[in-house]
């Protein structure tokens, strides 16, 4: 599998308004991305061809100068190597030390706790 683009934390918010719904044109982009943040036209712009440069997102022309644009890459893989980037950068690869910072540092929920004592003994299972 080729190795993933690497996608800023901008480019992630016009990634999820791409995984959410796409095709779309510039102007649904620069509309929805504007919901989530406080970044001008241009700025959108500018981030979205970073995109379609680093191959994360394509487009297709459509009656002379409209794009329309859709994500190269999948959300699911995304989230998965961005995951394991953050867990070797911060806790050296360890998922214990990883959960043991949240539960300390964070009020955890008796209802998270329990999910994740489901997701615990459900991979026991296997």
Do not use: H
């Not at 796409?22 to 981030?47: C, F, H, Q």
């Amino acid at each position: 599998m080729a190795k993933l683009p690497q996608i800023t934390d901008s480019e992630w918010i016009i990634m999820k308004v791409l995984w959410e719904k796409s095709p779309l044109v510039n102007k649904e982009i620069v509309k929805n991305v504007s919901k989530k943040s406080t970044w001008n036209k241009k700025t959108i712009e500018t981030l979205l061809r970073r995109l379609v440069e680093k191959g994360a997102v394509g487009f297709n022309q459509v009656n002379g100068k409209i794009r329309e644009y859709f994500p190269l890459i999948g959300k699911e893989e995304c989230i998965k190597e961005e995951s394991e980037s953050f867990l070797k950068k911060v806790y050296d690869g360890s998922v214990s030390m990883l959960m043991a910072g949240f539960i300390k540092n964070k009020n955890v929920s008796k209802e998270e706790l329990q999910k994740l004592k489901e997701l615990i003994n459900f991979d026991e299972e296997e």
